[in-house]
């Protein structure tokens, strides 16, 4: 059994794959020169040398979009606090995009309420006095909780169905909220100003995990 690279079609025995393709998020394979060769920085042109500096000292930013680390440093900064990364693992994990701009993670959720305020999530499948224009694809984002309410043992009855079932109802309502924001953030990458035929689903998992996944059609209306 062999996988093939998606961009030179060069083809590797499953046996040897570990040692030598690299795999992609979309279920793909690269292999190593053509790993190393996309990894090139989208600003000024930069390329990694080897497999190493490809995976340290490169970020992807957008699909099949990459910076290297010195531009990185240079260029990543909070839109509303104006804060830098000191390396390229903080610029990966404390800084994101919304809608083309960028955000440290401790302003994002307060950013993102205000860049978002205006997005109408609608559980049916039109807008009222509102005209698509454009439909921009489905999806979902899915958030998991922690119960607690069976977390430890008590023989007080009423403080299970008392005060833990309100604990948990006001867990639901953050995840809910949250779902809601997350989904209104895809919007905005996506180009959309509405999302509808929105559908909330709640799942069960063991360990008092409880899964809510909110989904819908990303839409962009006229006016």
């Given amino acids: ?7 030179c079609k060069k083809i590797e025995p499953m046996i040897t794959l570990s040692a030598t393709f690299i795999p992609q998020g979309d279920n793909t394979y690269l292999c190593p020169d053509c790993y190393i060769e996309m990894r090139v920085c989208s600003i000024c042109g930069k390329k990694p ?7 340290s000292k490169y970020v992807q930013i957008e699909d099949e979009k990459f910076i290297c680390e010195e531009c990185c440093l240079k260029t990543v900064s909070c839109i509303v606090c104006g804060s830098k990364p ?3 693992s903080a610029a990966d994990s404390q800084y994101k995009r919304i809608g083309g701009d960028i955000v440290c993670i401790n302003c994002a ?3 993102l309420m205000k860049k978002s305020k ?16 454009k439909y921009l694809g489905f999806n979902s984002v899915e958030i998991v909780i922690g119960t607690g309410i069976f977390s430890e043992v008590t023989s007080e009855m009423s403080d299970i169905f008392g005060m833990r079932s309100t604990i948990f109802e006001k867990k639901l309502s953050e995840a809910k909220n949250m779902a809601e924001l997350l989904l209104k953030e895809k919007a905005i990458n996506l180009g959309a100003n509405a ?5 909330l689903d709640y799942t069960e998992f063991t360990g008092n995990r409880v899964g809510l996944m909110l989904s819908g059609t990303f839409v962009k209306f006229e006016g």
């Fill in 1 to 7: 059994m062999s996988v093939i690279c998606k961009k």
């Fill in 49 to 55: 040398n080897n497999l190493e500096q490809a995976n």
């Fill in 86 to 88: 000191t390396n390229l």
């Fill in 109 to 111: 959720k307060e950013y």
């Fill in 118 to 133: 205006n997005i109408i999530i609608s559980s049916t499948n039109n807008i009222e006095n509102k005209r698509i224009d």
């Fill in 195 to 199: 999302v509808i035929g929105v559908d």
